[in-house]
């Protein structure tokens, strides 16, 4: 019996070691003690968070308090041996503040998460990390913002934002200063913003609520809705998903190839409105302020003008899947065509 026992003990052993070697890669994630550093530092200093070589989350708020407040927390699931591959190295000198993370050995595995705080007299001008979400908070500046992946978050702060998320979600709230928003396979989402904005997204939708300036949006796959904008919505494309304006003071181009547009019209800008869809059909709802020359068509599908509010005086050519004429008095160009879907036309307190 010994005899068969002895082989069966060996081939278990066999077994569990290399269980063993992936232990550290599988271990509960140990957190290093905190480092809490303060800085003193003029009015109008430049702080910038360079965490790119990284990964790990970063939170920068404005404060009360007349110095920056830095404390950065190393993370591993590797062991506390990795604590000491990766440090944060803080340079300061006259109007400037920059606080760097990096790697010291290629091989490690730990990570880095920074909670900043800073007066509200100095400027935010970049944060960067690796993969990791970052939010800001009540800050001033033109900033440059970038993560690869994770989400970034922007609320209350003042200044121009260039904002960067390979694949994550962006999301701004009462931000003013304008913005340039970029990422992939998430949504945009900007709310109560005061400031003209471009995004651009692939694989995600964009949102745009309560906001004041005017407004460039491209998606490739990924809905388009605009609500309660005071300005223009120069250009909203996409494709196979739907696009939706509502509240806008004008809008210029609106362009998607297979899905269903609906877009509220209360002024039409110099450069007129334009909406193009290949696939899917187009609601227009007008306000009686507005005066424009019209053309529709639908290639494959019917043109319905419905003034049965009575708020809209229409005239011009009908036809099944053509109109051409004015509203009101006539003026900047209203445009629409569908290849395949109707147009109907209402005024904005009708039902349709």
């Not at 269980?19 to 910038?48: K, M, R």
């Not at 989402?189 to 906001?211: H, L, P």
Request: charged share 20%; aromatic share 4%.
């Amino acid at each position: 019996m010994l005899v068969r026992v002895v082989p069966l003990l060996a081939i278990l052993g066999i077994l569990v070691v290399p269980l063993c070697f992936g232990c550290g890669a599988l271990g509960i994630e140990e957190t290093d003690v905190p480092h809490t550093e303060n800085y003193s530092v003029a009015q109008a200093t430049a702080v910038t968070v360079l965490n790119s070589d990284l990964n790990g989350d970063i939170r920068v708020e404005a404060w009360g308090k007349d110095y920056v407040e830095l404390t950065w927390t190393r993370s591993t699931t590797w062991g506390k041996a990795e604590f000491d591959k990766a440090d944060v190295e803080v340079t300061q000198a006259t109007g400037t503040l920059e606080i760097e993370g990096s790697l010291l050995s290629r091989d490690a595995k730990v990570s880095v998460d920074y909670d900043i705080k800073l007066p509200r007299n100095v400027l935010l001008a970049e944060v960067t990390t690796g993969d990791g979400n970052i939010t800001i908070v009540g800050t001033s500046g033109d900033a440059i913002v970038t993560t690869r992946l994770g989400n970034i978050s922007v609320q209350n702060a003042a200044g121009h934002l260039d904002i960067t998320a390979d694949k994550g979600k962006i999301r701004l709230e009462g931000t003013t200063g304008g913005a340039e928003l970029a990422t992939t396979d998430d949504v945009i989402e900007v709310v109560s913003a005061d400031g003209d904005i471009t995004a651009t997204n692939s694989n995600g939708g964009i949102t745009i609520s309560d906001c004041k300036g005017n407004m460039t949006l491209e998606t490739s796959h990924g809905g388009i809705q605009v609500n309660s904008l005071q300005g223009s919505v120069l250009a909203a494309k996409t494709k196979n998903a739907p696009i939706t304006i509502k509240g806008a003071t004008s809008v210029g181009v609106v362009e998607t190839s297979d899905d269903d547009v609906t877009v509220e019209i209360s002024s039409v800008g110099i450069s007129g409105t334009s909406i193009k869809v290949n696939t899917g059909s187009i609601t227009l709802r007008l306000s009686s302020s507005v005066n424009a020359n019209m053309e529709l068509k639908a290639l494959s599908g019917e043109v319905a003008v419905n003034s049965s509010a009575g708020t809209l005086d229409i005239q011009g050519e009908f036809a099944e899947q053509y109109f051409k004429g004015t509203v009101g008095a006539g003026g900047n160009r209203i445009y629409a065509e569908t290849s395949k879907g109707r147009i109907d036309v209402y005024g904005l307190s009708a039902a349709g």
